[in-house]
């Protein structure tokens, strides 16, 4: 729901890129896919594990509700990556541009802190 929030409460305009900008926006981005990176291999990989082992009788809604997980653990960062290149591209100034990319760096990382606190 953060990721889009960034995209409704900025204007519908689209600003130009300024010449200046262009490399704080392209650093930003790269960075956060680099983020992103070990989520998505995480979710793939365990989403693989799920399709081939074999569960006991009965244990399909346990084996649902992981897959379901795993896939909001995939599309979550994905979201996340494509609204911060709309919202730096929206946005002229290099501070909000590096704001935007804190602001949703710390949204990706919230499910991690929650779940090292998990036994």
């Given at each position: 729901?953060?990721?889009?929030?960034?995209?409704?409460k900025?204007?519908a305009?689209?600003?130009?890129?300024?010449?200046?900008?262009?490399?704080?926006?392209?650093?930003?981005?790269?960075?956060?896919?680099?983020?992103?990176?070990?989520?998505v291999?995480?979710?793939?990989?365990?989403?693989?594990?799920?399709?081939?082992?074999?569960t006991?009788?009965?244990?399909?809604?346990?084996?649902?509700?992981n897959?379901?997980?795993?896939?909001?653990?995939?599309?979550?960062?994905l979201c996340?990556?494509?609204?911060?290149?709309?919202?730096?591209?929206?946005?002229?100034?290099?501070?909000?541009?590096?704001?935007?990319?804190?602001?949703?760096g710390?949204v990706?990382?919230?499910?991690?802190?929650f779940?090292?606190?998990?036994?």
């Amino acid at each position: 729901m953060v990721p889009v929030f960034f995209i409704t409460k900025n204007d519908a305009t689209f600003v130009a890129p300024l010449q200046d900008s262009t490399a704080i926006r392209l650093i930003c981005s790269i960075l956060l896919h680099i983020m992103i990176y070990s989520e998505v291999k995480q979710s793939l990989n365990v989403l693989r594990y799920l399709k081939y082992v074999k569960t006991a009788k009965g244990g399909k809604r346990g084996r649902m509700m992981n897959i379901l997980l795993c896939s909001m653990q995939l599309i979550a960062p994905l979201c996340t990556e494509i609204v911060l290149i709309i919202a730096i591209s929206q946005t002229p100034a290099l501070s909000m541009i590096i704001k935007s990319f804190v602001a949703l760096g710390f949204v990706i990382k919230i499910d991690d802190m929650f779940s090292e606190n998990f036994p």
